[in-house]
T-cell receptor, first 114, second 117 residues
Framework: AQSVTQPDIHITVSEGASLELRCNYS??????LFWYVQSPGQGLQLLLK??????LVQGIKGFEAEFKRSQSSFNLRKPSVHWSDAAEYFC????????????FGAGTRLAVHP | GAVVSQHPSRVICKSGTSVKIECRSL??????MFWYRQFPKQSLMLMAT?????????EQGVEKDKFLINHASLTLSTLTVTSAHPEDSSFYIC?????????????FGPGTRLTVL
């Protein structure tokens, strides 16, 4: 069965520091992988997605993620965190095809210290 | 980008009553919408897939008679929590992929927080 693991429930970083949020997945084939951000009062916003091709994916707001098949990982990174990045981040996996259902990880809450 | 709205954003009801939550795609049509449930500090759990013109598909363990889903049009899906109990208190989120997209893109609503007293 598909599953997504985000090992870090809560992470705190200083503004300007680099960030890496971990995500591991379990899936029989190459999945579609997503990172979403959830801010209070806002719907989930897609940061980036991986379907195929280049394993380093660039997203919005300066985020990037790298798909590593050998490690079943899709970690999210940002070189310099801004205070506005404080939010909940979810990694998700979906089966290839249109209108797929998403399986979400438990989420990582990011706090940013000034 | 595409917008999905939910109404109400917050609702408090008494145990035993029914509550209807609306999910609307404001600037696109969606033949499919998804309903998720999120408990505090937990992940989103897919409850059901709402299909325009046909019955909803429920995930394993979700009571279809308790969580009634109606996909009334290409821009509206409703989730009705019937005979609500305190354990139904949760954050309910819908999502919709535009029917015209060929990639797996979904847009999420802001969520509805249900509190059952």
């Amino acid at each position: 069965a598909q599953s997504v693991t985000q090992p870090d429930i809560h992470i705190t970083v200083s503004e300007g520091a680099s960030l890496e949020l971990r995500c591991n997945y379990s899936y029989g084939a190459t999945p579609y992988l997503f990172w979403y951000v959830q801010s209070p009062g806002q719907g989930l916003q897609l940061l980036l997605k991986y379907f195929s091709g280049d394993t380093l994916v660039q997203g919005i707001k300066g985020f990037e993620a790298e798909f590593k098949r050998s490690q079943s990982s899709f970690n999210l990174r940002k070189p310099s965190v801004h205070w506005s990045d404080a939010a909940e981040y979810f990694c998700a996996v979906g089966a290839p095809g249109g209108y797929n259902k998403l399986i979400f990880g438990a989420g990582t809450r990011l706090a940013v210290h000034p | 980008g595409a917008v999905v709205s939910q109404h109400p954003s917050r609702v408090i009801c008494k145990s035993g009553t029914s509550v209807k939550i609306e999910c609307r795609s404001l600037d696109f049509q969606a033949t499919t919408m998804f309903w998720y449930r999120q408990f505090p500090k937990q992940s989103l759990m897919l409850m059901a897939t709402s299909n325009e013109g046909s019955k909803a598909t429920y995930e394993q363990g979700v009571e279809k008679d308790k969580f009634l889903i109606n996909h009334a049009s290409l821009t509206l899906s409703t989730l009705t929590v019937t005979s609500a109990h305190p354990e139904d208190s949760s954050f309910y989120i819908c999502s919709a992929p535009p029917r015209t997209t060929s990639t797996d893109t979904q847009y999420f609503g802001p969520g509805t927080r249900l509190t059952v007293l």
